[in-house]
């Protein structure tokens, strides 16, 4: 999969090829992304399972642009819809999906300096809270479905918090992302099934980088996470 980004501002990376990887899809099910940017992890998520119906969320027209213009370049029937999350069209609101995901910005900006490039502040500086992002998720989930999210370690907790807020949800299991052995997690990835009953689970983490350090500039992913990137495999501790 290759997808056109901008020269400048926010630019999707490992984190959305992740966020596809851990979602449970099986061919001919629907999924909606949620501020889906260039639609990066979309097209992973089409380019691992065949034959699904696909809706991409994006409020910033010039995304929204390079969705559609990288959607047809890999040859991928997938939905652009540009509008905000929080007041989507009917188009959108009349439908359920299997599967709802979403890679949010992670920066609270209540803590923190925004960034001069406005594309990349919308892209990585929160305005719209957590909550609604789940809330709105929930609202389009289909009963059975799974909400699957990648954020920042130290926004689990509202993360989390958010989830148990709405309910409706059961059987979350949290995947820690760590750089390298023995070093605190810099993500998560947070899975939950819409009417589950199933405990919550706190997984072993995904170590991504082979080594205590970068000593090359060779690249140096562990096989599992080389398996993913390279070979579009799915991440199949969560399930």
């Avoid at 020269?7 to 966020?19: F, N, P, S």
């Avoid at 993360?159 to 070093?183: H, S």
Wanted: some cysteine; overall charge neutral.
């Amino acid at each position: 999969m290759r997808a056109w980004q901008p020269v400048a501002g926010y630019r999707a990376g490992v984190d959305a090829v992740l966020l596809a990887a851990a979602v449970p899809a099986r061919p001919g099910e629907t999924a909606l992304e949620l501020g889906a940017g260039a639609g990066v992890a979309s097209l992973c998520l089409a380019s691992r399972v065949a034959g699904m119906v696909q809706t991409a969320v994006e409020r910033d027209p010039g995304y929204a642009h390079l969705a559609g213009r990288n959607a047809a370049q890999n040859g991928v029937a997938l939905e652009i819809v540009e509008a905000d999350l929080a007041a989507l069209p009917e188009t959108v609101k009349a439908r359920r999906f299997d599967h709802v995901m979403f890679n949010p910005p992670y920066f609270d900006r209540t803590r923190g300096s925004a960034s001069p490039d406005v594309a990349r502040e919308m892209a990585v500086g929160e305005e719209t809270p957590i909550g609604i992002w789940v809330d709105v998720a929930a609202r389009r989930l289909a009963p059975g479905g799974w909400l699957t999210v990648i954020h920042k370690a130290e926004r689990m907790p509202e993360l989390l918090g958010a989830i148990v807020a709405r309910g409706g949800f059961g059987g979350a299991a949290v995947l820690p992302l760590a750089g390298r052995t023995g070093r605190p997690a810099g993500r998560v990835i947070v899975q939950a099934r819409k009417g589950a009953r199933a405990e919550a689970r706190l997984l072993a983490p995904l170590v991504l980088h082979e080594g205590p350090v970068h000593e090359t500039d060779a690249e140096d992913y562990t096989a599992e996470v080389s398996a993913i990137l390279r070979e579009g495999a799915a991440l199949r501790r969560l399930l």
